[in-house]
């Protein structure tokens, strides 16, 4: 059961440009919520992660915009640079007893031209 | 200031075969979280040890076991190895109060023939 939907599958966007892939989970008990950056050969490195009490957060050309009430989240990378050119990959955890447990979207193969 | 360090690199094995993979956490910390990268899909979450014990579990069968050190490394065996087993099994650490805040390492590419 895939808990995290994440779309486009790809994205490719000019030097400069802003890069946009979103999200979307069912679980409610979901209260954290990351983005990981994936180089080839490389395993994932944290890039922002946001909690559910704030709808935005951001970090130099990185934004995460969060929707509660429908169940979105979605990363903003401006004025995109070729080295931004990864495998991006959202993903969220629950509290409690299962804290930790990070469930992740399919990723977001993102290419930015020159 | 070393991060995570998993081996080997890569791993060829067959059908039925058994395989252990490891993996030294980050400096300092006390969590090791396992997870399972098919080619062109996200990580899934295997399982997580501290303080040597299982301390939650994915969606995974008993095939797939762990165990932790007191060193806090860690180590992932895999019995009975299936095609399907083929992927990057990728380790991450933490600190048990900062759970979510999961560093990454490069993984180990395991290939089931």
């Known amino acids: 059961q895939q808990q995290v939907k994440q779309s486009p599958q790809s994205l490719i966007v000019q030097k400069g440009g802003i890069s946009i892939i979103n999200c979307a989970y069912e679980?409610?008990?979901?209260?954290?919520f990351p983005w990981y950056q994936q180089f080839p050969g490389k395993g994932p490195a944290l890039l922002i992660a946001i909690r559910p009490d704030v709808s935005e957060k951001k970090e130099g050309r990185f934004t995460i915009s969060f929707n509660k009430s429908a169940k979105q989240f979605s990363l903003h990378i401006m004025d995109s640079q070729p080295g931004d050119s990864a495998t991006y990959f959202c993903?969220?955890?629950?509290?409690?007893?299962?804290?930790?447990?990070?469930?992740f979207g399919q990723g977001t193969i993102l290419t930015v031209h020159p | 200031d070393a991060g995570v360090t998993q081996s080997p690199t890569h791993l060829i094995k067959t059908r039925g075969q058994q395989v252990t993979l490891r993996c030294s956490p980050k400096s300092g910390h006390d969590t090791v979280s396992w997870y399972q990268q098919a080619l062109g899909q996200g990580p899934q979450f295997i399982f997580q040890?501290?303080?040597?014990?299982?301390?939650q579990r994915g969606n995974f069968p008993d095939r797939f076991s762990g165990h932790q050190f007191p060193n806090y490394s860690s180590e992932l065996n895999v019995n009975a190895l299936l095609l399907g087993d083929s992927a990057l099994y990728l380790c991450?650490?933490?600190?048990?109060?900062?759970?979510?805040?999961?560093?990454f390492g490069a993984g180990t590419r395991l290939s089931v023939l």
């Open positions: 679980n409610t008990a979901f209260d954290y």
């Open positions: 993903a969220a955890s629950p509290g409690g007893t299962s804290y930790g447990k990070l469930t």
């Open positions: 991450a650490s933490s600190l048990v109060d900062r759970g979510n805040i999961q560093y």
């Open positions: 040890y501290y303080e040597e014990e299982e301390r």
